[in-house]
């Protein structure tokens, strides 16, 4: 397994549990009488799974797995997967903190950090795009 | 890789930078908004990545890496039809929600969905067997 399918699969797996932990804080809210800004953690807990755990756990295995790009480069090109990771993992990140942070502070920064952590993540998509559409095809 | 899952895998990776494109969108306008239908975009967004993305995809690598008989992967027209299906589906259900059409729009997409679910598993239901090898073994 190349190295940076190994970094992608490692960290959907800690996301994998982020996410199963800030569900499970979502939960508890009502029943621990837990703060307000918990509650806007639903939406985390959704993405956390989605993009941190499902997406990142496909381009992991995708990078691996799909028909070589060239006999010089198999995967495609290496700077550009690191790229995507950063991306991902950046806007993800700045989301997690961002989000629930927006609704007890009404400073315009958190705000700005939210738009920044959804045009990292779009990046990250279309370059995983770019990257992988010559990959698919035939033998 | 098989031509079926060339087309099931590029129509995921469109849904994927789609999906990707009109959630950047939602999560700016969280930010700083933008305009008040932009949440407009949600089904659209969720709907294109679960099915176009997520679901699609699993398909694709499906048809391609379940068991084969000898070399072939069996009859490759309800591939075909499910993969016609989903594309509607998605496209009449999140487009549908999206854009307020008449409930039967959502409803014709769902159909067209479980449709694409019941086509795909009569390729895919012969094919989940043991290998040659476990096979002569069982018996």
């Known amino acids: ?139 | 890789m098989p031509k079926p899952s060339i087309w099931f895998l590029r129509s995921a990776l469109i849904h994927l930078a789609l999906g990707f494109t009109f959630g950047g969108l939602l999560l700016w306008n969280k930010g700083i908004p933008i305009h008040p239908l932009m949440w407009r975009l949600l089904p659209a967004h969720m709907e294109f990545l679960l099915v176009g993305w997520t679901v699609q995809l699993a398909l694709g690598v499906a048809y391609w890496i379940l068991p084969r008989f000898y070399t072939q992967r069996g009859d490759v027209r309800p591939v075909w039809l499910a993969f016609a299906l989903i594309n509607c589906g998605v496209w009449l259900a999140g487009m549908g929600a999206t854009l307020a059409a008449p409930g039967w729009v959502i409803l014709a997409g769902r159909l067209c969905e479980a449709g694409a679910a019941g086509a795909f598993a009569v390729n895919a239901w012969p094919r989940v067997k043991p290998m040659a090898q476990e096979a002569s073994h069982l018996r």
């Open chain 1, 1 to 139: 397994m190349p190295f940076l399918t190994r970094l992608f699969v490692k960290t959907a797996l800690v996301y994998f549990i982020a996410a199963l932990l800030a569900g499970l804080l979502v939960a508890a809210r009502p029943v621990l009488a837990l703060p307000s800004i918990v509650a806007a953690l639903t939406p985390v807990y959704f993405h956390l799974l989605m993009v941190g755990w499902v997406t990142q756990l496909i381009l992991g295995v995708a990078h691996w797995m799909f028909p070589k790009f060239s006999r010089e480069e198999p995967r495609g090109h290496d700077w550009l997967t690191w790229t995507i990771f950063i991306l991902l993992n950046g806007g993800l990140l700045l989301r997690v903190f961002a989000e629930p942070i927006r609704t007890v502070n009404t400073d315009p920064l958190w705000g700005w950090l939210l738009a920044l952590s959804a045009l990292l993540q779009w990046l990250a998509a279309m370059a995983f795009v770019a990257n992988v559409w010559p990959r698919v095809r035939g033998h």
